[in-house]
């Protein structure tokens, strides 16, 4: 016999029902027009990934946004990387890496993530991790004043006004699937505003 399931709930819910031989079953979650399902959900569709390499944006924004500021940061200026200062900048770094590997394995058991599959951290998680220590290492570096000579006004502008879409493109799928979430939107907002926050203070001490 058919299990009897109610009507999926209004709101972001999870779809939750008792078969008939008693075991509770959640389902799909419902949020508006769109329905939310787990990695096992999708690979029991047919579908192998949650997002291909290729669809996700973070990809494209390391290539062509974020690699070329820090190839332009390193060949102007030089970087006190072996400093205490230096060091300690590369701690922070990689910290935040690490906070947001965990917080991006976390929501890959559940909704689609390239950086992990089933609970597991994907070759393309370690190596978007490792890029983004580097990348927050030269950037923390330029932006504190790590640098000699100091970055200039001009290249501080600059670099904010490219780095201000690379926080959009590092959270979009290029996908017909892909809905940008609430929680996306505010880390999108908050990364933006950080940037500006941190430019603009740099901007007065200069």
Same mark, same amino acid.
């Given at each position: 016999?058919?299990?009897?399931?109610?009507?999926?709930?209004?709101?972001?819910?999870? +779809?939750?029902y008792?078969?008939?031989?008693?075991?509770?079953?959640?389902?799909?979650?419902?949020e508006?027009?769109?329905?939310?399902l787990?990695?096992?959900?999708?690979s029991?569709?047919?579908?192998?990934?949650?997002?291909?390499?290729?669809?996700?944006?973070?990809?494209w924004?390391?290539?062509?946004?974020?690699?070329?500021?820090?190839?332009?940061?390193?060949?102007?200026?030089?970087?006190?990387?072996?400093?205490?200062?230096?060091?300690?900048?590369?701690?922070?770094?990689?910290?935040?890496s690490?906070?947001?590997?965990?917080a991006?394995?976390q929501?890959?058991?559940t909704?689609?993530?390239?950086?992990?599959?089933?609970?597991?951290?994907?070759?393309?998680?370690w190596?978007?991790g490792?890029?983004?220590?580097?990348?927050?290492?030269?950037?923390?570096?330029?932006? +504190?004043?790590?640098?000699?000579?100091?970055?200039?006004?001009s290249?501080?502008?600059?670099i904010?006004?490219?780095?201000?879409p690379?926080?959009?493109?590092?959270?979009?799928?290029?996908?017909?699937?892909?809905?940008?979430?609430?929680?996306?939107?505010?880390?999108?907002?908050?990364?933006?505003i950080?940037?500006?926050?941190?430019?603009f203070?740099?901007?007065?001490?200069?």
């Amino acid at each position: 016999m058919n299990e009897a399931k109610p009507s999926p709930p209004a709101g972001g819910q999870f +779809l939750v029902y008792r078969t008939e031989d008693g075991k509770l079953k959640i389902d799909v979650r419902f949020e508006g027009e769109t329905v939310w399902l787990t990695q096992t959900q999708i690979s029991a569709r047919g579908i192998a990934n949650g997002w291909s390499l290729m669809e996700h944006g973070g990809v494209w924004a390391d290539a062509f946004i974020m690699s070329p500021i820090l190839a332009y940061v390193a060949s102007k200026y030089q970087l006190e990387y072996y400093s205490r200062k230096g060091r300690a900048m590369l701690t922070v770094a990689i910290l935040i890496s690490l906070s947001a590997g965990y917080a991006y394995h976390q929501v890959g058991t559940t909704m689609p993530e390239a950086h992990t599959h089933y609970g597991v951290t994907t070759l393309a998680g370690w190596i978007h991790g490792l890029f983004a220590v580097a990348a927050i290492w030269v950037c923390g570096m330029a932006y +504190l004043g790590m640098t000699s000579p100091r970055v200039s006004r001009s290249d501080l502008v600059a670099i904010s006004l490219i780095l201000t879409p690379f926080f959009y493109l590092g959270v979009k799928k290029f996908s017909d699937r892909w809905v940008l979430t609430t929680e996306a939107k505010w880390q999108i907002a908050l990364e933006i505003i950080l940037l500006w926050a941190i430019t603009f203070i740099r901007l007065r001490s200069a």
